[in-house]
């Protein structure tokens, strides 16, 4: 089993203020994991993501693009602790920060998901946070 494998799938997410879906595939005879999210009103907003895994490093690279023109590629894996971390390797866009996604609380049917940024790449805070439950399964 991939790393990533528990994302596979399609999502209702949920967060302070908002909802969406995030449908996530297996695609190119399950080489890229494809990654299409859409926000729904009050701030609608859409993304897509690429994400593979370099065998030869045992990195998994992002590349993520979305409806504001925000481009990104992120660099990351599991963590010791259970949890899936994609970073950027440098400071990016015109804050000059470094960003990063984290997955954390992983299960079959639910996972919650944070954007974090930090100026050092040592100290993280937190900008949004995402609960996730995959679609048709109902919370008990």
């Not at 609608?44 to 690279?61: E, I, K, R, Y």
Request: net charge negative.
């Amino acid at each position: 089993m991939d790393a990533l494998d528990f994302w596979i799938g399609e999502w209702d997410a949920s967060w302070d203020g908002g909802s969406g879906i995030n449908i996530v595939t297996r695609e190119f005879g399950g080489h890229v994991i494809v990654e299409r999210f859409e926000a729904g009103p009050p701030e609608p907003f859409s993304g897509l993501s690429v994400s593979v895994h370099d065998s030869a490093s045992g990195q998994w690279h992002q590349t993520w693009v979305d409806s504001t023109g925000s481009y990104w590629a992120f660099a990351g894996g599991p963590g010791d602790d259970g949890s899936f971390v994609f970073a950027t390797p440098e400071r990016v866009d015109a804050d000059q920060v470094f960003k990063r996604m984290v997955f954390s609380n992983i299960a079959h049917d639910t996972f919650d998901w944070r954007w974090e940024f930090s100026h050092d790449g040592r100290q993280w805070e937190q900008r949004w946070a995402i609960q996730y439950r995959r679609q048709g399964v109902t919370k008990t």
